[in-house]
């Protein structure tokens, strides 16, 4: 006689809630990384194609008060940097950065990482009077970056994941801040006075604990008019909004499904990884390489962006891993060796998105447009096949470690 089949015992709580947006990203924007590279590649073959006029003439069509590529890059992007926003706060509060143990070792590595490529940009470009462009390669692309990631499967030990999701999200807010001091243009009193009534209104949502979304979204589109009135660049709205988005810290807990930030989070990051990146990729990495003179590959600007990502990149991250790890301040990723860990400081160096999109920020009206996306484009792809190198060798010297890599 058979014995009785054992009870199913329900899920717990926590085995029901689905994976936090910084798992799941692993796995979606990783792949979203592989469509953005594939935007990428398309712009490029269609700028150098006989479409090439056309696909410029396009970007610069006017659709009410904003030219197609700036409803991009000021109007999607922002929906970009909400997601960006709510991902830094659910780290910063409920998540792998809620502690200063945790983010001791992606802070110094995102710093470090961000210091070192400005450096390098200006060593180029002081007195060139391009200085302004030294914050275009301080910025991880965590889309690209994992869709290495992601080609490379089980040869990177989850933790060296986990590591450069939390760089590029200490990268980001750093980016964030230098496009608000930086790069914000003459001032508006009266939209910024509108902008913080606006903040207000969303602050008294936040703390009467209201948790629908559309109350928070709909003023989120009055803030956004308003900074792009204001002289601040429009994106920042979306930072600004996702700060008062509500979440309940659980302590324990990585996962709070219930909360408004965590629905918001969900909801957007399929649509920024699959449809806004890439097309934000599509339509500002055409760069037209047919005809281009020589002299642009040892522009200042070219060489400063490019090797600012490639070098300034490596050093900054690898050095401060290094030096953290050496003197006590924080682990080296489980399971990861040297090799592996240089491998990823190179795939730091990709800065596609956020590079691109500071560029256009620094020299406005198409100048220096040609040699930013030379600058970017090749910085990118040396640091991506360097990392991509480099990984697989470090993870064939050491495939047994690569297995027993703890999550």
């Known amino acids: 006689m058979k014995p009785p089949p054992k009870p199913v015992r329900a899920l ?80 910063a509060l409920d998540g792998r950065l809620r502690t200063w143990p945790d983010r001791a070792l992606p802070g110094l590595a995102a710093a470090a990482g961000m ?13 060139a009077g391009t200085e302004r462009g030294w914050a275009i390669p301080a910025a991880t692309d965590i889309a690209f970056a994992l869709g290495v990631l992601a080609l490379l499967g089980p040869r990177v030990p989850v933790s060296l994941k986990i590591f450069l999701s939390a760089v590029a999200i200490v990268d980001d807010l750093g980016a964030v801040v230098v496009i608000a001091l930086f790069y914000t243009g003459s001032l508006d009193g ?81 649509w920024v990884a699959f449809l806004i990146v890439p097309i934000f990729g599509f339509a500002n990495a055409g760069v037209r390489l047919i005809g281009l003179p020589l002299d ?22 690898l050095a401060s891993v290094g030096l953290a790890v050496a003197t006590g301040i924080a682990a080296k990723p489980g399971g990861a060796n040297w090799g592996q860990i240089y491998g990823v400081a190179l795939l730091c160096g990709i800065g ?5 999109f500071i560029g256009g920020l620094a020299f406005s009206g198409g100048l220096h447009e040609t040699e930013v996306k030379l600058g970017v484009l090749l910085g990118s792809l040396l640091s991506g096949l360097a990392g991509a190198a480099v990984l697989v060798l470090a993870s064939g010297r050491s495939p047994h470690e690569t297995k027993r890599a703890p999550v």
């Open 12 to 91: 717990s709580k926590r085995a029901r809630r689905p994976l936090s947006a910084l798992r799941s990203f692993l796995v979606s924007e990783a792949a979203g990384g592989l469509v953005l590279m594939a935007a990428a590649a398309a712009a490029l073959i269609v700028a150098n194609s006989p479409l090439g006029e056309a696909y410029s003439h396009a970007l610069h069509v006017y659709l009410g008060p904003l030219s197609l590529q700036h409803w991009i890059n000021d109007g999607l992007m922002a929906v970009f940097f909400l997601l960006v926003g709510l991902e830094i706060k659910r780290e």
């Open 115 to 127: 210091a070192a490529p400005a450096l390098v940009y200006l060593a180029f470009n002081l007195g």
């Open 190 to 270: 009266m939209m910024l006075a509108g902008a913080g009534a606006v903040l207000l209104a969303l602050f008294v949502l936040n703390r009467r604990g209201v948790r629908a979304l559309w109350p928070y979204l709909a003023l989120g589109i009055v803030l956004w008019a308003l900074v792009l009135r204001s002289g601040v660049h429009a994106t920042v709205a979306g930072v600004l909004l996702a700060l008062f988005i509500p979440i309940r810290p659980t302590p324990g807990t990585p996962e709070d499904a219930a909360s408004p930030l965590h629905r918001l989070e969900h909801g957007l990051h399929a």
């Open 296 to 317: 642009a590959l040892v522009d200042p600007v070219t060489l400063g962006v490019a090797l600012g990502l490639f070098l300034g990149k490596q050093v900054g991250v």
């Open 352 to 356: 596609f998105t956020m590079s691109l």
